[in-house]
């Protein structure tokens, strides 16, 4: 059971990122929670319908995730990655490569993705 939950969340993990890239806002409601909540590389917090809305002067135009880990705790799950993005905000050129780690809760049987945090990464790292 255990690896099978691992899977689903490695899975929705994926399709959080498939979202993001195609800036699918009915999906990306369907995989928050209500109370999501992302702190981004620079310190700045943002909401469910902030980080939504934010796809309206931000597209990504690439996302690679790499060095994933997924540990699970119950009803929570903790993913850790690596993103390698390049996109455009507020019409600038944005490319970061960060260290993500993402909160995965179990809600009435489904998971969803309740946090988010985005570190700058070390250039030896």
């Given at each position: 059971?255990?690896?099978?939950e691992k899977?689903?969340?490695?899975?929705?993990?994926?399709?959080?990122?498939?979202?993001?890239?195609?800036?699918?806002?009915?999906?990306?409601?369907?995989?928050?929670?209500?109370?999501?909540?992302?702190?981004?590389?620079?310190?700045?917090?943002?909401?469910?319908?902030?980080?939504?809305?934010?796809?309206?002067?931000?597209?990504?135009?690439?996302?690679?995730?790499?060095?994933i880990d997924?540990?699970?705790?119950?009803?929570?799950?903790?993913?850790?990655?690596?993103?390698?993005?390049?996109?455009?905000?507020?019409?600038?050129?944005?490319?970061?490569?960060?260290?993500?780690?993402?909160?995965?809760?179990?809600?009435?049987?489904?998971?969803?993705?309740?946090?988010?945090?985005?570190?700058?990464?070390?250039?030896?790292?």
């Open positions: 059971m255990k690896g099978t899977e689903t969340v490695l899975s929705l993990q994926q399709q959080f990122d498939a979202a993001e890239l195609a800036a699918d806002a009915e999906r990306l409601r369907e995989l928050l929670t209500d109370d999501f909540q992302s702190i981004g590389p620079k310190g700045y917090v943002l909401d469910k319908d902030q980080w939504i809305g934010r796809h309206a002067q931000f597209q990504y135009h690439a996302l690679d995730t790499s060095q997924v540990r699970l705790y119950g009803d929570t799950a903790i993913v850790r990655n690596v993103q390698s993005n390049k996109a455009t905000s507020h019409g600038r050129a944005v490319a970061l490569r960060v260290r993500v780690s993402q909160v995965w809760v179990k809600q009435e049987g489904a998971w969803r993705l309740a946090g988010i945090q985005f570190s700058p990464m070390a250039d030896d790292a």
